[in-house]
């Protein structure tokens, strides 16, 4: 089940995206939303009877995190060369504020404290439940579903200042979207899923989930043995190798094969 949140002008409100993707991940021309009757994360999946053309709404982010978002650092292999370093022996956390998430079409606003603004394309998980001290075992248990993130990085920022909550932290630097898949596992990524960022129509990161060094169930048992997660909360699982800068004026668009592709425009602040 793929669930959105959109809206028609009005307040946000939740649905279900019908019909298949093709091969893209985009959806028919002819999908629609069925809108659902609250938010499925307090009230389970309760659908209406009005539906909409998905054409016809604008998708916002498909979640805002209640309480956090808990990213991983260079769980890819590649990503942690090309960054000078050596890939971590256990999975490096750090946290961003909830208000940099933006949705589908959102702009990434450019910092006038940086010149040098990076994506990295990520695959991004969902938490269902509240949950903590998660066995990898039971983490499928606490899964919501998946959604697709662009991890906006102030590069020059994060060596700057040593830590990287301002570089990871401005307004708008976590879109997130297009909706949350919540029909597949942790095994589906560990197979190998293809994850890509294009930046202005150029293939620049071409990865695969079969990569990261650390798989989800181990991510969310090594997370919530430090802190508790909450319904809505968002792990962002690493960025394959091929960061880079981008520009005002330039779009970026990552694409995870299955869930569909999130596309922002860069703008000046
Ligand atoms: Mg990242």
Redesign the pocket.
């Known amino acids: 089940m793929r669930i959105a949140r959109f809206t028609t002008g009005e307040d946000p409100l939740f649905g279900v995206v019908s019909g298949e993707l093709d091969e893209f991940g985009q959806p028919a021309d002819d999908a629609v939303l069925v809108e659902l009757s609250g938010d499925p994360l307090y009230v389970g999946i309760k659908p209406t009877q009005t539906e909409h053309r998905l054409a016809d709404v604008r998708l916002l982010a498909p979640v805002i995190p209640r309480s956090k978002i808990v990213?991983?650092?260079k769980n890819y292999a590649g990503h942690a060369a090309e960054m000078g370093g050596e890939a971590p022996s256990e999975p490096l956390m750090f946290l961003e504020p909830n208000t940099a998430v933006v949705g589908p079409g959102d702009p990434i606003y450019y910092p006038t404290q940086s010149e040098f603004v990076s994506y990295?394309g990520?695959l991004a998980v969902v938490i269902g439940r509240i949950c903590r001290d998660v066995p990898p075992e039971q983490a499928t248990d606490v899964i919501w579903g998946y959604t697709i993130a662009n991890?906006v990085?102030a590069r020059d920022l994060q060596k700057k200042d040593g830590q990287w909550s301002r570089a990871?932290g401005f307004d708008s630097f976590c879109p997130l979207g297009p909706w949350i898949e919540t029909d597949l596992d942790p095994q589906h990524f560990a197979d190998g899923v293809a994850i890509q960022t294009h930046l202005n129509g150029d293939l620049v990161q071409d990865g695969s989930t079969k990569d990261l060094i650390f798989d989800i169930p181990t991510l969310i048992a090594h997370i919530t043995a430090a802190m508790t997660l909450l319904p809505g909360d968002v792990i962002?699982t690493?960025?394959p190798e091929g960061v880079g800068p981008m520009q005002v004026g330039d779009e970026v668009e990552v694409s995870i094969a299955g869930l569909g592709s999130l596309t922002n425009p860069v703008a000046a602040r």
């Open positions: 990213a991983i650092g990295e990520e991890d990085t990871k962002l690493g960025t």
